[in-house]
């Protein structure tokens, strides 16, 4: 059987993903975001995981970009690459999921084979998703179509570990099924793959891995707070415990992003389902939702200590993403640290190189065009996200930048002198 792809939903994981697929097989790319398929068409990709080139190179490959459901028709896999957020109240959102899955039913044909990568929690495949499939294409389950699950693991920003070079997790429906999505996975990641005895394992393999990372730097953040009410340096003493073999060499900072900071979530909420309450999870998650706060009042004491008047004072953040070296502002808790001090009635600037300032995330941010050297301008200074650039920045630069004594609250541990440091 010849193989032809749909992939549904081009973001972070969806493009590169299409993109590698296109290098061996014919991949239609499917998102209803217009601008986006736009975009990918003139050759440009926001998200900055693929090069000009790279975008360009797919479409040369045969590669189609289109927001009609009718282009994916052909083919005979469908993966879903969607986004599975949380709501206001961090319960699961399976809105995206179950909208995609209605379509992908609508265009599902006998011995197609399904495929989610979203991150989701055990069960959502085979309970939330085959009945819609089922209901939508009058197919049976296992007989007329089949399903897989390959959580998505990319790194977003990250040009060394990219899609083909992260070892994948793989699974299906049938033994039979199992083996046809670890072969083609196979054909593609070089890393090689992993396969899982059940797609239930392989949705619990990925929602633990951000889990986990998730609980280890909720105890980090913890610590950072213990020893700042001791006034011992916290990178100091992890670079001095670093030096066993066996400790997890972790740094306090802000837990953001479209992974880490949602995932756990998924998991609380299925073992609440089932009666059990997790609270070392949900305890970790409150760490590090309080660390925006954390670091906002840090900055105020620093100010009132210097005797600067709260009410109009000009705050400096600098870095707005979620983390360093990308655009991602998904979930980015710098826009909470911004939140808290503009609830102070401080006036934020906020200066960030790498981010698309049509993003709407960013739209009722105050940005500045660049680094205001020599300005005298600013009460506090926040260093909230680890660019290279930024650690370029001098304690003279920083003295630039400040009116009066600076205040200089370093978030990442990049700053020579801050005035005080996670």
Not at 91 to 115: F, M
Not at 287 to 294: A, D, E, T, V
Request: charged share 25%.
């Amino acid at each position: 059987m010849s193989i032809k792809i749909a992939i549904i939903g081009l973001g972070y994981v969806g493009l590169p993903l299409a993109h590698a697929f296109s290098e061996k097989y014919p991949v239609v790319g499917f998102d209803i975001n217009t601008d986006r398929i736009d975009e990918l068409l003139s050759g440009f990709d926001r998200t900055l995981e693929l090069t000009s080139e790279q975008v360009k190179d797919s479409i040369v490959n045969g590669m189609v970009y289109t927001t009609n459901l009718e282009d994916t028709k052909d083919s005979n896999i469908y993966i879903v690459t969607v986004p599975t957020p949380i709501d206001a109240s961090n319960e699961p959102d399976l809105t995206p999921i179950i909208k995609s899955t209605q379509s992908v039913a609508k265009v599902l044909k006998e011995g197609d084979i399904v495929i989610y990568e979203s991150t989701v929690y055990p069960g959502v495949t085979e309970e939330v998703c085959v009945p819609l499939l089922e209901e939508g294409s009058g197919l049976k389950f296992n007989e007329g179509f089949f399903c897989g699950y390959s959580p998505e693991r990319i790194n977003p920003g990250d040009k060394e570990h990219t899609v083909t070079k992260i070892l994948k997790i793989t699974s299906g429906s049938t033994p039979e099924i199992a083996k046809k999505v670890d072969d083609l996975y196979r054909s593609i990641i070089t890393a090689g793959t992993h396969m899982a005895p059940t797609i239930k394992v392989a949705e619990a393999a990925k929602v633990i891995e951000n889990t986990q990372r998730d609980v280890n730097i909720a105890l980090i953040n913890e610590l950072a707070m213990i020893f700042d009410l001791m006034g011992i340096n916290t990178h100091d003493v992890i670079e001095a415990a670093a030096t066993k073999w066996n400790f997890i060499k972790l740094f306090p900072g802000l837990v953001g992003g479209h992974c880490i900071g949602v995932d756990p979530y998924y998991l609380t909420h299925k073992a609440q389902s089932l009666g059990y309450m997790p609270n070392l999870i949900l305890g970790a998650r409150q760490i590090n939702n309080g660390m925006s706060k954390l670091i906002a009042d840090k900055t105020i004491k620093q100010m009132i200590k210097e005797d600067k008047k709260l009410n109009g004072a000009n705050v400096f953040v600098m870095g707005a993403t979620f983390k360093e070296n990308c655009p991602d502002m998904r979930n980015s808790k710098v826009l909470d640290i911004i939140k808290e001090l503009e609830d102070y009635e401080c006036k934020v600037d906020v200066y960030d190189y790498w981010v698309d300032r049509s993003d709407r995330e960013t739209k009722h941010l105050n940005f500045v065009d660049e680094l205001p050297l020599d300005s005298h301008q600013y009460d506090a200074i926040v260093v909230a996200v680890g660019h290279d650039k930024f650690k370029e920045i001098t304690t003279e630069q920083y003295k630039s930048m400040s009116r009066g004594n600076p205040i200089v609250i370093d978030v990442k541990g990049i700053v020579e002198n801050p005035t005080w440091r996670l």
